[in-house]
């Protein structure tokens, strides 16, 4: 499938995109040398600035307000107008204890966190950007985070740690944490594969559905982990699609489909995909999970015993059939690069996946043969 180009905006590496959710809304892109740059939704140049040397790392558009965008560069926030470039609204400075690397705004725009290199999440009250939560547990690398759609007090954190969190901002401890290593070694395990050689599970980016209950995560495994959240904000169940052949580094679930369950991934094999896990396990109540199943009694007539080997047959057929459905991606785009960031938008009304590569542009890929 073939991509339309954005260019002239960037000299170098396009590394985030964020897109304002408003109808006619703009979009934002941030690259290395701390450009910045908005585009129509046609594509068209509507204005860029340079706010550092330090490189963009993250943009978020307020979802409740459509004057403030929020860019990441070195430790700093900058929040900027999109109706008027030409200069900065607020910086707020070294509210990261590293680089930032993610930021996520809750779904009334009055909390920002800013994920960074030394593992912490922070949440800064808006406006002001005063920090009022800062959350420790991961031991390296915090890669991404985001609020949970419909539990405002909920954030979800993802690291090369290769952990997955859930956070209550009651508290400042997780409500829950994920390993990655030991879902994944499990998983091989069951697949009959241990030994073969793997890349470890880092959690480069973390997304969950609009409904708020399912979690998903790329992983440099070339998996997509994925969880669901059960009531009391309990981990439920986990499992996994294996996504891409090498590291996968973009997993966004889109939320203006058919219903909330398609994912849109990208990896380092320069692949872009769209997923429909809705029938996976881990999304689907009361579906098999990985090592579920029911013993029966060991003493059984022969006639039973067929019985029970014909059914047992055909749940394994259909399971089989069931594990193609969601291990298949419906929509794939050889892009051909590594991916730097997936931003699912609509576009003039036309469902789409916008793509930020190793290159100076952007490409947007059409979602209309679904």
Known sequence: MAGVRWCGAHSSSVLCVGVSLHP????ASGGEGGEVALWSQ??????????????????????????????????NVSVLDPRNLKSVVEDFKHVGEEEINSLALNESGSSLAVADDSGAV???EL????????????TNICSSVTFRPQRPNNIVSAG???????WGLQKTRPLWILSLQDAAEEEDDQQQRPGQLFNPPLAHCVSV????????????????????????????????????????????????LTHPYWLATGGN???????DVSKHPVVTPGGKSKGQGSGGQRKKSKAKSRDKATTSQTEAEEAAAETLNFSTPKLTMSHGDKINWLCPAL??????????????GLTVYPLTEL
């Open 24 to 27: 006619d809304g703009l979009l």
């Open 42 to 75: 046609e594509g068209a140049i509507m204005g860029q600035i340079t706010l550092s040397s330090d490189d963009i790392t993250s943009a978020v558009f307020s979802p409740a307000a459509p004057g403030l965008l929020y860019m990441a560069h070195g430790d």
């Open 122 to 124: 922070r949440v800064l």
């Open 127 to 138: 406006p002001g950007g005063k920090v009022c939560r800062t959350l420790r547990r991961h």
């Open 160 to 166: 090369l740690d290769m952990q997955v969190m859930l």
């Open 209 to 256: 559905t609009s409904c708020g209950n399912i979690v998903g995560c790329a992983a440099e495994d070339g998996r997509v982990h994925l969880m669901r959240i059960g009531s009391g904000s309990k981990l439920d169940q986990q499992g996994a699609i294996k996504a891409h052949s090498q590291g996968a580094s973009q997993a966004h679930f889109v939320n203006f």
């Open 269 to 275: 094999d320069g692949q872009v995909c769209l997923w």
């Open 347 to 360: 576009l003039k009304g036309k469902a789409s996946v916008v793509v930020a590569d190793q290159s100076d």
